[in-house]
């Protein structure tokens, strides 16, 4: 009888400490996005640390892939960090012609990188190589591995490390993968107990939604600024 008690205070402890640290996780998440819709540098900061603490939560519940891809997540918050310090050098050639014209400057983010546009032909191309990947991923790890959703698991692993080199690159259309990615990732949360990071998912969509239109706005503006500062150069 004792022995039983131990254990379920044991199994309790480790349950508490698991939603402890999935709630800062969560916590941390949701400030990146948030600081990711405004285009805010320090979102890979709070990305860094959160994908640190998810690689050991999804570990332990057997999401093997998607505890591989927060390992890539925390890669990609360095990188990212880093690409949205500098500014390119098409970007730096704009910035330099705008100021020799006009005295002021034109551009949005004019010290870290603008947000750009893919057309949907690459996209296309880039969805149905990422599904090629996916599924030979799945079937790998259905038979050589003990992962729970397989295909499921590595749909949504691989298209998110797609997403966030899009995220990274700043190209407008990365919030729509995030949707699907996103909504998808519920159910597969929901199954495996993880209820906060369920939770979290709700409502990574709704923000995923806002954070497409936002970075629209901000992209359409710097089309229009670019634009005028064509003519002004054209002209002068």
Not at 28 to 43: D, E, G, H, K, S
Request: with cysteine; aromatic share 16%.
């Amino acid at each position: 009888m004792n022995d039983l008690f131990i254990t379920l205070q044991q199994a309790f402890s480790e349950a508490s400490l698991m939603t402890f640290w999935e709630a800062v996780a969560v916590m941390l998440a949701l400030a990146y996005l948030i600081l990711a819709m405004r285009t805010n540098i320090w979102c890979w900061s709070a990305a860094f640390i959160s994908t640190a603490i998810y690689t050991v939560l999804f570990w332990n519940v057997s999401l093997l892939m998607e505890s591989v891809l927060n390992i890539y997540y925390m890669g990609m918050a360095v990188y990212g960090y880093w690409l949205w310090l500098h500014v390119p050098p098409s970007q730096q050639s704009n910035l330099h012609n705008s100021e020799l014209h006009n005295g002021t400057q034109h551009n949005i983010d004019t010290n870290h990188l603008n947000i750009t546009s893919w057309s949907w032909s690459t996209h296309a191309r880039l969805i149905g190589a990422t599904s090629l990947v996916s599924m030979l991923v799945g079937y790998l790890m259905a038979h050589y591995t003990s992962a729970a959703f397989p295909y499921i698991d590595a749909a949504t692993t691989c298209f998110a490390i797609v997403t966030t080199y899009l995220v990274a690159k700043k190209v407008l259309e990365n919030w729509l993968y995030w949707v699907v990615i996103d909504f998808v990732s519920i159910y597969l949360y929901f199954q495996k107990g993880l209820m906060l990071t369920s939770g979290l998912f709700v409502l990574y969509v709704a923000m995923a939604v806002g954070g497409y239109m936002m970075w629209r706005k901000k992209y359409r503006h710097h089309i229009i600024t670019q634009h005028n500062t064509s003519q002004e150069v054209v002209g002068a």
